[in-house]
C-alpha cells in the first residue's frame, strides 16, 4: 500500500521511528548539559532547536556529478600539459570502470585527495607494466674510490681547500674559507668567477695580521688630534666589511669579540637629494609668512582693516590692565567706526548698499534681477577672493541680523512704496554711537570683556537706527499680495475644494474630447472653459491667471484617459508670490490634476454599465452578465478609492501649509514652508518620476474601465440571443480583464506599501495602501 505521496508506509514507519529516535536523543542531550527537565517551559524550545541541529548535521553521500566533472577536467587538463598519454590512459581506465559499484564515487573522491601533481609524477609505461621493475643505478660511494689506493698519511686533511659547494658547508663551516674553481670547468667562461677570484686570493699570515694591528695603533695615535672626514659610502664599506668579521678603520674588535666604533669618525659628506630636502623644508615656514603678509597687505585696501587692528589693541589692553590705553583706543576705535556706519545706516532704512569703493560687505547683483527674484538674488553678502566675509570681525555675528534687516526693508518699499521708509535717512544715524556713555559703563563694571561692551553698543545702535520690517513685510505678502489665497486657490483648482464647479469643468471636457478626439486639443477653447468654471469657484482665482497647455501629437493617444496625459491646466502666480514659491506656476500641482480628471472620467464612464441593470430581468441574466457585474462594481470602488484619497489629501496638506505659513516668522521661513509643502504633495499623491511604475498601475486600471464599459455594451446586445441557449459568450474576455486588474491593483498596492514604509507622508500612504488590500480581498 502506498501514500498520496508516493511513499510505502515501511519508509514511512522508519522515518517516524528515526524521528523519534532524534527527539529522545536531544532530550537525554539536554539533561545531561542543561540539567532542565521535561517540566520546564524552556525544554520543549531547547528540543525543538537541539533536533533542528541534528537534522542540519547529518552526513551526506559524495556527489557523483561533481566527481565525475572532475575527472573529465583532470583528463582535459593532462591534455592541455601536453600529457595526451596520461590523458587517454586515464580516460580508457574511466570507462572499464564498473558502473553499478554503489562507493565507486567515494573511492575515485579519496583518490584524487590523495593525488599529489600526477602530471609530474606519473610514469604511463609503469603503469602499463606493473610487474616490470626499473633497474636503479647505484650512486658512487668513497669506500669505492678509495678502495684501490686507500689513503695512509695522518695529516692529508689538515690543510685542504675546500670547494665552494663541498660537505665542509653542510656541517657548518665558515663560507669565507677558500673556495676552489670547479675541476669540470674547462674554460674561463664556463667557471665561476667568483671561484676564480677565491682560488687567486692569498690570505695573510699571523705576522701579517700582528704588524696591521700595531700600523692601526700607530695611526690611530697620531692622528687622533685631527678631523678625518670620510664619505658616506666609505662607511658603508667598512660597515659591511665589519659584519663579515675583517679589520676596518672604523671599526675594532676587543678581547670579548665585541664590536667598538671610532667615535672621532663622522660623515659629512651630504648628497645632492638631501641637500634638496633640507633646502625645501627650510624654505616652507617663509613662503607661509610671506602669503600671510601678501593677503594681510591685499586686506589693507579694506577699510575695515585698520577697524580690526584698533578693535584688537582695545581688547589686549583691557586684558592687560591698561586703561589709560583702553580709553585712548576704545575713543579712536568708535570715532573711526562712525564713518563704516553710515553706510551701514543707509542699508538698515532703506535697503540700499552703497558702496563705491566695494568695502561694505553686501554687494548688488550686476546682473539684472526678474521681480520675481528680488529676495534671493539682487543684494547677497560679499565675500573676498579666499572666500572670507569683506566686513570687520567685530561685525561677523551681526552680519546675518543686519543683511535681513535691510533685505526685508528693500522689498517692503518693493511691495508698497512706502514714503516713509524711502525719506527716514536726513540724519546722522552714526550720531547715536555714544563713546563717553560706554566708557562709563566700562569703568563701573572693570571685570566685563571689551567685546561684550562692543556688542552691546552695536546692538543698541542697529535697534535704534533701522527697523525691524520682517513683520511688516509677512502680513503684507500673506494679506495684501495672496500668498494664503494662492493656497487656497491651488486647493479649489487641484484639490477639487468646489466640487461643483470642478465636475461643471470636467464634464464638458469629458464632453469635447469625445465628440472630438483628435480635434480637441484647441488650449484657448479649455483655457476659456476653465475660467468660465472654475474661475467662478472662488474671488480669490484670478481668473487671467488659469491657462490651459496641451502636448503631444493630435494622433498620439487612444481614449479619453491617455489623452488627459497630455492637458496640463496651470495657474500663474504674481510675482511677490513668486519669491516665496520660487517658480512661476506649480507643476506639480498640474500633475495632480491630470490624475484627479482621469478618475473622475473613469468614474462617469461606469456609471453607464449601471443605468443599464434595470432592463435586465432575472431569468436574462447569465454567467458572463453575473461576471461583467462583479468587475463593474470592484472598478467603481477601486474608482471611488482613489477620487476620496486624491481630494482629501491634497485639501489636508494645503490646510497644514497654510497654518505653517502664518506661524512663519521672515520670508526665508515661508520660503521653505512652501518648498515642504510641494514636496508632501509630490510624494502623497505619488507624483514623483521615481514612482512612475506605481502611478502608472493606477492609471491602467483607469483605461481597463474605459475598455470595460465597450464590453459591458456588447455583452448587454448578446445576452438574449446566446445565453439562452447556454452558450456564453465574451466570458473569456471578462476573466482577462479581472486578472489584468487584479495583477495591476496588486502592484500599486505593493507599491504604495513599500513607499509608507520609506518615509515622507507615511500615515496617508498606509491608509491608501490598506483601502487598496480592502479591493484585493
Same mark, same amino acid.
Given at each position: 500500500?502506498? &501514500?498520496?505521496?508516493?511513499?510505502?508506509?515501511?519508509?514511512?514507519?522508519? @522515518?517516524?521511528?528515526?524521528?523519534?529516535?532524534?527527539?529522545?536523543?536531544?532530550?537525554?542531550?539536554?539533561?545531561?548539559?542543561?540539567?532542565?527537565?521535561?517540566?520546564?517551559?524552556?525544554?520543549?524550545?531547547?528540543?525543538?532547536?537541539?533536533?533542528?541541529?541534528?537534522?542540519?548535521?547529518?552526513?551526506?553521500?559524495?556527489?557523483?556529478?561533481?566527481?565525475?566533472?572532475?575527472?573529465?577536467?583532470?583528463?582535459?587538463?593532462? !591534455?592541455?600539459?601536453?600529457?595526451?598519454?596520461?590523458?587517454?590512459?586515464? +580516460?580508457?581506465?574511466?570507462?572499464?570502470?564498473?558502473?553499478?559499484?554503489?562507493?565507486?564515487?567515494?573511492?575515485?573522491?579519496?583518490?584524487?585527495?590523495?593525488?599529489?601533481?600526477?602530471?609530474?609524477?606519473?610514469?604511463?609505461?609503469?603503469?602499463?607494466?606493473?610487474?616490470?621493475?626499473?633497474?636503479?643505478?647505484?650512486?658512487?660511494?668513497?669506500?669505492?674510490?678509495?678502495?684501490?689506493?686507500?689513503?695512509?698519511?695522518?695529516?692529508?686533511?689538515?690543510?685542504?681547500?675546500?670547494?665552494?659547494?663541498?660537505?665542509?658547508?653542510?656541517?657548518?663551516?665558515?663560507?669565507?674559507?677558500?673556495?676552489?674553481?670547479?675541476?669540470?670547468?674547462?674554460?674561463?667562461?664556463?667557471?665561476?668567477?667568483?671561484?676564480?677570484?677565491?682560488?687567486?686570493?692569498?690570505?695573510?699570515?699571523?705576522?701579517?695580521?700582528?704588524?696591521?694591528?700595531?700600523?692601526?695603533?700607530?695611526?690611530?695615535?697620531?692622528?687622533?688630534?685631527? +678631523?678625518?672626514?670620510?664619505?658616506?659610502?666609505?662607511?658603508?664599506?667598512?660597515?659591511?666589511?665589519?659584519?663579515?668579521?675583517?679589520?676596518?678603520?672604523?671599526?675594532?674588535?676587543?678581547?670579548?669579540?665585541?664590536?667598538?666604533?671610532?667615535?672621532?669618525?663622522?660623515?659629512?659628506?651630504?648628497?645632492?637629494?638631501?641637500?634638496?630636502?633640507?633646502?625645501? *623644508?627650510?624654505?616652507?615656514?617663509?613662503? !607661509?609668512?610671506?602669503?600671510?603678509?601678501?593677503?594681510?597687505?591685499?586686506?589693507?585696501?579694506?577699510?575695515?582693516?585698520?577697524?580690526?587692528?584698533?578693535?584688537?589693541?582695545?581688547?589686549?589692553?583691557?586684558?592687560?590692565?591698561?586703561?589709560?590705553?583702553? %580709553?585712548?583706543?576704545?575713543?579712536?576705535?568708535?570715532?573711526?567706526?562712525?564713518?563704516?556706519?553710515?553706510?551701514?545706516?543707509?542699508?538698515?532704512? *532703506?535697503?540700499? /548698499?552703497?558702496?563705491?569703493?566695494?568695502?561694505?560687505?553686501?554687494?548688488?547683483?550686476? /546682473?539684472?534681477?526678474?521681480?520675481?527674484?528680488?529676495?534671493?538674488?539682487?543684494?547677497?553678502?560679499?565675500?573676498?577672493?579666499?572666500?572670507?566675509?569683506?566686513?570687520?570681525?567685530?561685525? #561677523?555675528?551681526?552680519?546675518? %541680523?543686519?543683511?535681513?534687516?535691510?533685505?526685508?526693508?528693500?522689498?517692503?518699499?518693493?511691495?508698497?512704496?512706502?514714503?516713509?521708509?524711502?525719506?527716514?535717512?536726513?540724519?546722522?544715524?552714526?550720531?547715536? &554711537?555714544?563713546?563717553?556713555?560706554?566708557?562709563?559703563?566700562?569703568?563701573?563694571?572693570?571685570?566685563?570683556?571689551?567685546?561684550?561692551?562692543?556688542?552691546?553698543?552695536?546692538? /543698541?545702535?542697529?535697534?535704534?537706527?533701522? %527697523?525691524?520690517?520682517?513683520?511688516?513685510?509677512?502680513?503684507?505678502?500673506?494679506?495684501?499680495? @495672496?500668498?494664503?489665497?494662492?493656497?487656497?486657490?491651488?486647493?479649489?483648482?487641484?484639490?477639487?475644494?468646489?466640487?461643483?464647479?470642478?465636475?461643471?469643468?470636467?464634464?464638458?471636457?469629458?464632453?469635447?474630447?469625445?465628440?472630438?478626439?483628435?480635434?480637441?486639443?484647441? !488650449?484657448?477653447?479649455?483655457?476659456?472653459?476653465?475660467?468660465?468654471?472654475?474661475?467662478?469657484?472662488?474671488?480669490?482665482? #484670478?481668473?487671467?491667471?488659469?491657462?490651459?497647455?496641451?502636448?503631444?501629437?493630435?494622433?498620439?493617444?487612444?481614449?479619453?484617459?491617455?489623452?488627459?496625459?497630455?492637458?496640463?491646466?496651470?495657474?500663474?502666480?504674481?510675482?511677490?508670490?513668486?519669491?516665496?514659491?520660487?517658480?512661476?506656476?506649480?507643476?506639480?500641482?498640474?500633475?495632480?490634476?491630470?490624475?484627479?480628471?482621469?478618475?473622475?472620467?473613469?468614474?462617469?464612464?461606469?456609471?453607464?454599465?449601471?443605468?443599464?441593470?434595470?432592463?435586465?430581468?432575472?431569468?436574462?441574466?447569465?454567467?458572463?452578465?453575473?461576471? !461583467?457585474?462583479?468587475?463593474? +462594481?470592484?472598478?467603481?470602488?477601486?474608482?471611488?478609492?482613489? #477620487?476620496?484619497?486624491?481630494?482629501?489629501?491634497?485639501?489636508?496638506?494645503?490646510?497644514?501649509?497654510?497654518?505653517?505659513?502664518?506661524?512663519?516668522?521672515?520670508?526665508?521661513?515661508?520660503?521653505?514652508?512652501?518648498?515642504?509643502?510641494?514636496?508632501?504633495?509630490?510624494?502623497?499623491?505619488?507624483?514623483?518620476?521615481?514612482?512612475?511604475?506605481?502611478?502608472?498601475?493606477?492609471?491602467?486600471?483607469?483605461?481597463?474601465?474605459?475598455?470595460?464599459?465597450?464590453?459591458?455594451?456588447?455583452?448587454?446586445?448578446?445576452?438574449? #440571443?446566446?445565453?439562452?441557449?447556454?452558450?456564453?459568450?465574451?466570458?473569456?474576455?471578462?476573466?482577462?480583464?479581472?486578472?489584468?486588474?487584479?495583477?495591476?491593483?496588486?502592484?500599486?498596492? /505593493?507599491?504604495?506599501?513599500?513607499?509608507?514604509?520609506? @518615509?515622507?507622508?507615511?500615515?496617508?500612504?498606509?491608509?491608501?495602501?490598506?483601502?487598496?488590500?480592502?479591493?484585493?480581498?
Amino acid at each position: 500500500m502506498k &501514500c498520496s505521496a508516493g511513499i510505502t508506509e515501511k519508509d514511512a514507519a522508519i @522515518g517516524m521511528a528515526h524521528a523519534g529516535q532524534l527527539n529522545d536523543l536531544a532530550e537525554g542531550l539536554i539533561g545531561s548539559i542543561t540539567a532542565v527537565g521535561k517540566k520546564d517551559a524552556n525544554f520543549a524550545q531547547l528540543r525543538s532547536i537541539a533536533v533542528k541541529g541534528l537534522r542540519e548535521h547529518s552526513h551526506a553521500r559524495t556527489n557523483q556529478f561533481d566527481v565525475k566533472a572532475k575527472l573529465d577536467g583532470l583528463v582535459e587538463k593532462f !591534455a592541455v600539459l601536453d600529457r595526451d598519454d596520461l590523458s587517454e590512459s586515464l +580516460q580508457d581506465r574511466l570507462n572499464e570502470l564498473p558502473a553499478r559499484d554503489g562507493f565507486l564515487p567515494e573511492v575515485l573522491s579519496l583518490l584524487m585527495l590523495l593525488s599529489d601533481r600526477p602530471v609530474f609524477h606519473t610514469n604511463v609505461n609503469a603503469l602499463d607494466n606493473p610487474n616490470e621493475q626499473e633497474t636503479e643505478t647505484k650512486a658512487l660511494t668513497w669506500a669505492e674510490l678509495i678502495a684501490d689506493d686507500p689513503p695512509t698519511n695522518t695529516g692529508l686533511w689538515d690543510d685542504v681547500a675546500r670547494g665552494y659547494y663541498s660537505s665542509g658547508d653542510e656541517a657548518g663551516s665558515d663560507d669565507d674559507s677558500a673556495r676552489t674553481a670547479s675541476t669540470s670547468a674547462t674554460s674561463i667562461n664556463e667557471s665561476s668567477v667568483h671561484d676564480l677570484a677565491r682560488q687567486y686570493v692569498v690570505q695573510p699570515s699571523a705576522e701579517d695580521q700582528a704588524a696591521l694591528q700595531v700600523l692601526h695603533t700607530a695611526r690611530g695615535s697620531s692622528d687622533a688630534s685631527k +678631523q678625518q672626514i670620510i664619505p658616506e659610502f666609505s662607511v658603508v664599506r667598512q660597515s659591511l666589511q665589519m659584519l663579515r668579521g675583517l679589520d676596518t678603520d672604523l671599526f675594532a674588535f676587543d678581547h670579548m669579540g665585541k664590536v667598538t666604533a671610532q667615535r672621532q669618525q663622522r660623515t659629512s659628506t651630504a648628497t645632492i637629494t638631501t641637500t634638496e630636502d633640507v633646502t625645501q *623644508t627650510s624654505a616652507l615656514h617663509p613662503c !607661509a609668512l610671506s602669503q600671510l603678509v601678501t593677503r594681510g597687505a591685499l586686506n589693507t585696501r579694506g577699510s575695515f582693516a585698520l577697524l580690526d587692528v584698533l578693535y584688537d589693541l582695545a581688547c589686549a589692553a583691557q586684558l592687560e590692565g591698561n586703561e589709560e590705553g583702553l %580709553e585712548v583706543f576704545s575713543r579712536v576705535l568708535l570715532d573711526t567706526v562712525r564713518t563704516y556706519l553710515r553706510p551701514m545706516a543707509t542699508w538698515l532704512r *532703506t535697503g540700499t /548698499a552703497e558702496d563705491k569703493n566695494e568695502s561694505f560687505f553686501v554687494e548688488e547683483s550686476k /546682473a539684472p534681477c526678474e521681480p520675481a527674484e528680488i529676495w534671493h538674488s539682487k543684494y547677497r553678502l560679499r565675500h573676498d577672493e579666499h572666500g572670507q566675509l569683506v566686513a570687520p570681525k567685530f561685525l #561677523h555675528n551681526k552680519l546675518a %541680523e543686519i543683511f535681513a534687516m535691510g533685505k526685508a526693508t528693500m522689498f517692503l518699499k518693493q511691495l508698497s512704496n512706502d514714503d516713509l521708509i524711502q525719506n527716514s535717512t536726513t540724519r546722522d544715524d552714526a550720531e547715536d &554711537c555714544d563713546v563717553m556713555l560706554m566708557s562709563s559703563r566700562m569703568l563701573n563694571s572693570s571685570f566685563t570683556p571689551y567685546s561684550h561692551f562692543f556688542d552691546e553698543e552695536l546692538a /543698541a545702535w542697529i535697534s535704534n537706527t533701522g %527697523e525691524d520690517c520682517a513683520p511688516r513685510l509677512k502680513l503684507a505678502l500673506l494679506h495684501d499680495h @495672496g500668498v494664503l489665497g494662492t493656497l487656497t486657490t491651488l486647493s479649489h483648482i487641484y484639490s477639487s475644494a468646489d466640487a461643483v464647479h470642478t465636475g461643471s469643468f470636467a464634464e464638458a471636457l469629458y464632453e469635447r474630447i469625445e465628440r472630438r478626439l483628435g480635434t480637441w486639443r484647441d !488650449a484657448f477653447l479649455i483655457t476659456e472653459l476653465a475660467r468660465n468654471t472654475i474661475g467662478n469657484g472662488s474671488s480669490v482665482i #484670478h481668473k487671467e491667471s488659469l491657462t490651459a497647455v496641451v502636448d503631444g501629437s493630435p494622433n498620439g493617444c487612444n481614449g479619453v484617459v491617455a489623452a488627459l496625459e497630455s492637458l496640463s491646466l496651470q495657474y500663474y502666480f504674481t510675482w511677490p508670490v513668486q519669491n516665496i514659491t520660487r517658480e512661476r506656476t506649480s507643476a506639480i500641482h498640474a500633475r495632480a490634476l491630470t490624475l484627479l480628471l482621469q478618475t473622475l472620467y473613469a468614474q462617469r464612464y461606469l456609471r453607464k454599465p449601471f443605468t443599464t441593470l434595470r432592463l435586465l430581468s432575472s431569468q436574462a441574466q447569465g454567467p458572463a452578465s453575473e461576471s !461583467a457585474l462583479k468587475l463593474g +462594481q470592484a472598478l467603481m470602488a477601486f474608482c471611488d478609492v482613489l #477620487h476620496t484619497y486624491i481630494t482629501t489629501t491634497g485639501n489636508v496638506l494645503t490646510a497644514e501649509a497654510h497654518a505653517e505659513m502664518v506661524r512663519a516668522t521672515g520670508v526665508d521661513d515661508m520660503v521653505e514652508v512652501y518648498a515642504t509643502y510641494i514636496a508632501r504633495v509630490e510624494r502623497a499623491l505619488l507624483l514623483g518620476a521615481n514612482v512612475k511604475p506605481v502611478r502608472d498601475a493606477i492609471v491602467s486600471n483607469f483605461a481597463l474601465c474605459e475598455r470595460f464599459v465597450s464590453l459591458w455594451d456588447e455583452v448587454s446586445r448578446i445576452r438574449d #440571443h446566446t445565453e439562452a441557449d447556454g452558450h456564453f459568450p465574451r466570458l473569456q474576455e471578462i476573466d482577462d480583464f479581472r486578472r489584468e486588474y487584479k495583477a495591476s491593483l496588486s502592484f500599486a498596492t /505593493a507599491g504604495v506599501r513599500s513607499l509608507s514604509r520609506v @518615509g515622507g507622508e507615511a500615515a496617508m500612504l498606509e491608509m491608501l495602501a490598506d483601502r487598496l488590500e480592502w479591493l484585493a480581498d
